[in-house]
């Protein structure tokens, strides 16, 4: 199993940037791809962004590409969300999420993101 604590919301003016970070512990970060996903008040969750094991393969909804970027720290056990050009629409709480046996290829094929692990969320909050 992996834990994940996730850190970094809080309240940002439209067009500025918040960087998240989700900290893993438990099994071996590398084992896991890892996402971002968000939930808005009375919106579904949604997928945000994911990264590979080794990190060397990401993917992005639409909504967020280019100006958000996932990356991954193995040193700190540590995957991070640098949010640029922050819109209103981007308001919702963010989750972490791992899982051991998913992958980007995969996602990208049946559009369908299944991750076993979760955090807490952190919110994020962008006034206009």
């Known amino acids: 199993q992996v834990q994940l604590v996730e850190s970094g919301g809080g309240l940002v003016q439209a067009g500025g940037s918040l960087r998240l970070a989700c900290a893993a512990s438990?099994?071996?970060?590398?084992?896991?791809?890892m996402g971002w996903f968000r939930q808005a008040p009375g919106k579904e969750r949604e997928f945000v962004a994911a990264?590979?094991?080794?990190?060397?393969?990401?993917y992005y909804a639409d909504s967020v590409k280019g100006r958000f970027t996932i990356s991954k720290d193995h040193a700190k056990s540590t995957v991070y969300l640098q949010m640029n050009s922050l819109k209103p629409e981007d308001t919702a709480v963010y989750y972490c999420?791992?899982?051991?046996?998913?992958?980007?290829?995969?996602?990208?094929?049946?559009?369908?993101?299944?991750?076993?692990?979760w955090g807490q969320g952190t919110q994020v909050t962008v006034s206009s």
């Open positions: 438990g099994r071996t970060f590398s084992s896991y791809v």
């Open positions: 999420a791992a899982d051991p046996d998913n992958t980007i290829a995969t996602m990208k094929r049946t559009g369908r993101f299944e991750f076993d692990y």
């Open positions: 990264i590979s094991r080794n990190g060397l393969s990401t």
